[in-house]
């Protein structure tokens, strides 16, 4: 088997949006109604007089930059996402904490990058450390119910590193990230207790784990809708292997079975962002919660999926484990009626380790100390409700390293690094290998190697690889438990 299953029954309905460009000036016209009014912010000091926002943050998994409507895609119906940056703030130039899934989780949850991350590679059972400070820990202190929904990868239960032991009220998904390559488990965990799924015992596949987490999250909501509350909803989809219960809207397309997939994976992925963004309107939330929605990597081929297939990473060079613009650059939507701005786009260069100091600005609360992030509240709001300018990065750094799993430790000479300087971007593929330079300016896709060129520029991004990083702990992943 290739890893494609087609399972019958539970069509997927797709309801696709209508005109998006007249919703689009509707929204902004009052939005502007509101500003005369003056209903929005007016001083950095009335977001936290008031009702502290409820913080959303969705991870897709493996989605690629152009995997979704407002970022080119054309073959894979998305009308929730396109409707969510529609109403909020599409950001160009994001990017994921890593180029696979645990290292780009550890940035955002600890807001340092992988030169001071505690997990740099993806051995899958490296767990945070009880020093490092998480946003869940941050929004805990500042009042906030906590829950995280899905694919967690950074502590199997009794671990340190166990999302209860982060900050997080509750949990329910997969605590490994093996163990989320199966969307028809035996068991998934709620806190740190196996939680079981009978109806995928001996060979049955009858529940689906992706719907089950959905709804999971969707209760959460429903339970803490009278007090503050960060919902982090990392959802498995649309990760390999490419089981679904049914492929519609695709059925009749003329495309391989697992590409026909891997698309209504997409499409259902989309279906659960639109069930929480209705929930919110139904329960009056909409208005004081904030909305993230971005991916964890670059799209991937393998299991017969060829990132290629859909251009699931734009026209940009290189995919998952890449660290390419493919492999991080990702798609990033920010929505909040009435105090973001609606249809905007910002070309802002930012990354997963600035979640944790935006949203202790959200909440009112100190951001901890010796992290890598900086606040993007000002491009969210803007600089009057923020209170300052927006910072800039003076260099962003990523490093992957690769693990090998029969020694538990890192390869040897199997590091690679990136490091983008405004609109400068170095690459090194090997440790002590030369510096591959780009102008991302004028060369996205990172065709033109001119290293050459710019002797200045590599020296200067050849120091910030050397200053951006500390030596990675050791990397020993003992014993572990995901699937029996």
């Known amino acids: 088997m290739d890893g494609s299953r087609l399972r019958p029954g539970c069509a997927l309905k797709v309801v696709i949006g209508k005109q998006v460009k007249t919703i689009l000036e509707s929204i902004k016209a009052l939005f502007i109604v509101a500003l005369l009014l003056g209903l929005v912010f007016n001083s950095p000091a009335s977001a936290v007089q008031k009702r502290k926002p409820n913080i959303i943050f969705i991870l897709a998994d493996d989605l690629g930059y152009g995997d979704v409507g407002p970022y080119g895609q054309k073959q894979i119906k998305t009308p929730n996402i396109d409707r969510l940056a529609a109403e909020g703030t599409r950001f160009t130039q994001a990017y994921a904490g890593g180029t696979v899934c645990a290292p780009s989780r550890s940035a955002l949850m600890t807001g340092l990058h992988t030169g001071h991350a505690p997990v740099r590679a993806n051995a899958g059972t490296i767990p945070l450390r009880p020093e490092d400070t998480t946003v869940a820990e941050v929004l805990h202190q500042a009042g906030y119910r906590t829950g995280g929904f899905g694919k967690w990868g950074l502590g199997d239960a009794g671990s340190l590193g166990a999302p209860n032991k982060q900050g997080f009220d509750e949990f329910f998904g997969y605590l490994h990230q093996i163990h989320a390559h199966s969307y028809y488990p035996e068991f998934l965990w709620k806190n740190e207790e196996k939680y079981s799924l009978p109806k995928n015992q001996n060979g049955k596949e009858e529940q689906y784990s992706a719907d089950l987490i959905a709804e999971q999250a969707l209760q959460f909501i429903r339970n803490h809708k009278d007090e503050p509350f960060f919902l982090y909803a990392a959802f498995a989809l649309p990760h390999g292997k490419f089981e679904i219960p049914s492929d519609e809207p695709y059925t009749n397309m003329n495309w391989p079975q697992t590409e026909k997939n891997f698309a209504a994976m997409v499409t259902r992925l989309d279906t659960q962002v639109g069930a929480i963004m209705r929930l919110l309107k139904e329960l009056r939330l909409d208005d004081s919660t904030i909305v993230f929605f971005t991916s964890d990597n670059g799209g991937p081929s393998g299991s017969n999926h060829k990132a290629g297939f859909f251009r699931s990473n734009g026209s940009l060079r290189g995919e998952k484990g890449d660290l390419y613009e493919g492999g991080i650059r990702v798609p990033m939507i920010v929505r909040w009626p009435w105090k973001i701005m609606p249809g905007k786009v910002s070309d802002l260069p930012w990354a997963f380790w600035d979640f944790v100091p935006t949203v202790a600005a959200l909440s009112g609360t100190k951001t901890p100390p010796n992290i890598d992030g900086i606040s993007v509240l000002p491009t969210l709001l803007g600089a009057k409700v923020a209170g300052h300018e927006q910072q800039q990065h003076q260099f962003l750094y990523w490093e992957h390293h690769l ?39 004028n060369d996205h896709g990172e065709t033109m190697n001119i290293a050459t060129k710019h002797p200045e520029i590599v020296f200067k991004l050849e120091a910030y690889m050397k200053t951006a990083r500390t030596e990675p702990r050791p990397h020993n992943t003992g014993s572990f438990e995901y699937a029996h």
């Open 403 to 441: 693990f090998d799993r029969k020694m538990s430790t890192l390869r040897e000479n199997a590091m690679i690094q990136a490091v983008r300087m405004g609109d400068w971007k170095g690459v090194r593929l090997k440790p002590n290998s030369p510096l591959e330079l780009y102008d991302l300016k």
